[in-house]
């Protein structure tokens, strides 16, 4: 085992890392708690989808309410946690030394996480909201963009005290998220819900904050992490490096643009869809130039490089679906059916989360010192992961092209189409069942790590890596 | 002690300052001054040329030329199908009086003592439709007597319709419709205007000098 030789070299595990530990695992833990809350609702809400009287008696666990409920937990529980505790250790690390103000962040976390549970408590008795990814009632709005304030404050401070000059792509990534979504959110409370804009300028503005939480926020956090994990673990520097930036920019820019992506065919001037339209063509050079970039993530390498992989692979196919499905021709049928939700289970379970998830295994045994107890779990979460998300993604998508192609036909009523997207719809389930079982291991690992004693010896379990070489390209 | 590949330790293949010191080295390269092309960039430069002119063209189609009021991306505005308003003649021939005769003959129709003859009450107005018609299509130029004054024609009435050396290139419509408008305003009760005799006499006459006051006194 070698060790550090130079005392210029950090260690590859520092205080750093072990400084954070209590902000990051509070920030991790509670994003588990509601993926597993969001997992459970999720199977709830499916089961409603072929059979109505399920839970119909209960007006808390009703199809519409359910439904709010399991979007608020994964977003605003899941991937608000788990991608803000990411976001904050990466700029620590690429800032080269520990995060100040954890007080902030803590705080911020305790609070953001009670405007959650609130939230979701108001949206089961009924104060929810009608917006699509804003279904937290009014009252915990304001207290949100507040939390999160507090929370950013760490990965700010880290942004603004590094040592070095330079920039890395995971850096801009980062920060970018940080500072955009306050901009989302603010603008989308004050025009949708305290000064609400009038007509369907509404539906225009929900556009613009669901394709903006997608594009400004959520896939920037992970693309933080995996333009850094990708070279970190490979060890070797992103290749065609230099077209990093203009993939970066055209994401920032384009991104927002596409909000009316889901407006196909609705009462808005023509020139708003066309515009997302071409929107989502444009974005694929931003898909191009990520693919380029971390190509690395591909090779063979340990659970988290392929967890990393898969979530790589889920966002490229999920860009060149958007850039496919938002075409007027293919939205008259698949608009409306189950393919949006499997697209936006594709971003979600797939993009997002398995990017992130796999940033998670990366950092927490650097930020406790230890390894993770069991190989076993972590296979066992990379195969649900995978065969999970790509079993649901599929079985909405046949589900969406018999619905779209029945809803299109007049002859067919409701019930026949309920029938005969039935079957698909219990293989979601399904895939939906074996994702939740997943997590709920993973949940129970990540509770054995963080509950073991940080041995005293504990940094020195990482060999010290070499040193990157600047590649040609 | 673990090994390096073990699961359950994520082990890096790079230190955090190598890993930016190695990236900042590839953004700070030197410009390509040996020409020394690549593929790469050349194949992007292409693909996404590509894009764009895809996206140009999408958008050039299917904007709807930005209109806010049209909803079909192919163009056609929601009253797209309806037919062409009816304009009140009224209307039209008050802007048209007020954006240019008035300059002469007043927003008030009274004129200019010695210069600008009247309009309201003249018998020129009021009168023969053809001579009120064809005054405005080919100008005059000369004396004239209106209401008993003489205007001894230092100003001369500049040519309105689409005829040779026109000034003005009137549709027939516009000159029915102020002739229409000063026929019942200022207290004058003459009946309408219709393009249809504005254009009748307009090819009647064709390419013809301004009137005379003798001219026009030969009209019915």
Not at chain 1, 81 to 98: D, K, Q, T
Not at chain 1, 144 to 154: D, G, H, T
């Amino acid at each position: 085992m070698t060790t550090a030789s130079h005392a210029a070299v950090t260690a590859e595990a520092s205080n750093i890392d072990s400084s954070a530990r209590c902000t990051l695992s509070f920030l991790i833990a509670s994003a588990l708690a509601w993926l597993l809350v969001s997992g459970l609702l999720a199977v709830l809400h499916l089961v409603q989808a072929y059979d109505a009287s399920f839970l119909a008696h209960c007006p808390i666990f009703t199809y519409g309410r359910l439904g709010a409920m399991q979007e608020t937990a994964s977003i605003y529980g899941w991937a608000a946690n788990a991608g803000l505790a990411v976001a904050l250790w990466l700029l620590a690390r690429l800032s080269g030394s520990p995060l100040r103000s954890l007080n902030w962040a803590c705080g911020g976390a305790l609070f953001w996480n009670l405007g959650v549970t609130l939230g979701l408590v108001g949206i089961a008795l009924g104060e929810g909201t009608s917006t699509s990814f804003l279904h937290l009632p009014y009252f915990v709005q304001p207290l949100l963009l507040v939390a999160y304030a507090a929370i950013a404050v760490p990965g700010v401070l880290a942004w603004t005290g590094r040592k070095q000059s330079m920039t890395f792509a995971s850096q801009w990534y980062a920060v970018a998220a940080l500072f955009l979504f306050p901009w989302l959110l603010s603008a989308a409370q004050v025009m949708l819900h305290f000064a609400p804009v009038r007509g369907v300028l509404q539906a225009i503005v929900e556009g613009w904050y669901v394709q903006s939480v997608w594009y400004l926020w959520l896939f920037p956090l992970a693309l933080a992490a995996a333009y850094y994990l990708v070279p970190k673990i490979t060890g070797r520097a992103i290749p065609s490096y230099d077209f990093s930036a203009l993939g970066f920019w055209t994401l920032i820019v384009i991104g927002d643009w596409t909000a009316g992506r889901h407006l196909v065919g609705g009462p808005v001037p023509a020139w708003l869809v066309s515009l997302a339209i071409v929107s989502c063509a444009l974005l694929l050079v931003h898909f191009i130039i990520v693919a380029l970039n971390l190509r690395g993530a591909f090779s063979s390498g340990g659970p988290v490089l392929k967890f990393v992989a898969f979530g790589l692979f889920s966002y490229l196919v999920g860009g060149l679906w958007d850039a496919v499905t938002c075409m007027r021709s293919v939205a008259v049928i698949t608009q409306f059916t189950w393919i949006d939700q499997a697209q936006t289970q594709l971003a979600l379970t797939g993009a997002f989360s398995a990017i992130v998830i796999g940033a998670i295994y990366f950092l927490f045994p650097r930020v406790t010192g230890q390894a993770w107890p069991s190989a076993t779990l972590i296979t066992a979460h990379l195969f649900t992961t995978v065969i999970g998300t790509l079993g649901l993604v599929l079985s909405l998508v046949v589900a969406g092209w018999i619905q779209g192609h029945d809803l299109a036909n007049p002859a067919v009523s409701f019930a026949d189409i309920a029938a005969h997207t039935s079957s698909w719809l219990h293989f979601a389930l399904a895939a939906q069942a074996l994702l939740l079982v997943g997590n709920a291991l993973f949940a129970l690992h990540f509770i054995r790590l963080a509950c073991t004693k940080p041995a005293a010896s504990g940094v020195s379990v990482f060999a010290q890596p070499p040193a990157m070489e600047a590649s040609a390209s | 002690m673990s090994s390096s590949n073990d699961p359950r330790l994520p082990q890096a293949g790079a230190s955090d300052e190598s890993l930016l010191a190695a990236h900042e080295k590839m953004l700070g390269k030197k410009p390509d001054e040996q020409a020394h092309y690549k593929l790469l960039p050349l194949v992007l430069l292409f693909v996404f040329s590509g894009i764009i002119f895809y996206a140009g063209t999408y958008l050039n189609h299917f904007s709807g030329n930005y209109d806010p009021a049209v909803f079909d991306e192919h163009g056609h505005s929601a009253s797209g199908n309806a037919a062409p308003v009816k304009l009140d003649p009224i209307v039209v021939g008050r802007k048209s009086y007020e954006q240019v005769c008035s300059t002469c003959h007043q927003s008030t129709g009274l004129g200019l003592a010695g210069v600008y003859p009247p309009l309201a009450g003249s018998e020129w107005v009021t009168g023969s439709e053809e001579r009120v018609i064809s005054i405005l299509l080919h100008g005059l130029k000369g004396p004239i007597h209106v209401k008993g004054v003489a205007f001894p024609g230092a100003a001369a009435m500049p040519v309105f319709g689409q005829v040779p050396g026109s000034g003005y290139n009137w549709s027939d419509e516009k000159i029915a419709a102020v002739i229409t408008y000063i026929r019942q305003e200022w207290g004058n009760k003459a009946g309408p205007v219709t393009a249809e005799k504005v254009a009748e006499l307009r090819k009647k006459e064709g390419d013809r000098a301004e009137w005379s006051e003798a001219e026009l006194l030969k009209l019915p």
